[in-house]
């Protein structure tokens, strides 16, 4: 991917991200019922993939992220 494309698809992890952690942080409504999306697990694999697109994007622009003995 290029430069671009990875900003943007950094952008979007981020704010599905944001918007899985404000769900899931809302209280229970008992009347409703359980919920049936898993709220906290899908923000931590939208921070996952945040934090693999931001070590990408540095590797773009020329910073070595991975092991140092390469």
């Known amino acids: 991917m290029d430069l671009s494309t990875t900003i943007v698809s950094a952008v979007i992890a981020l704010l599905f991200t944001v918007f899985c952690g404000w769900r899931g942080a809302r209280p229970i409504n008992v009347l409703k019922g359980p919920r049936m999306m898993p709220w906290r697990p899908l923000m ?10 931001a070590a990408h994007i540095l590797n773009l622009l020329g910073m070595k992220t991975g092991d140092p003995r390469y």
């Not at 931590?44 to 697109?53: F, N, P």
């Open 44 to 53: 931590v694999a939208g921070a996952l993939a945040t934090l693999l697109l």
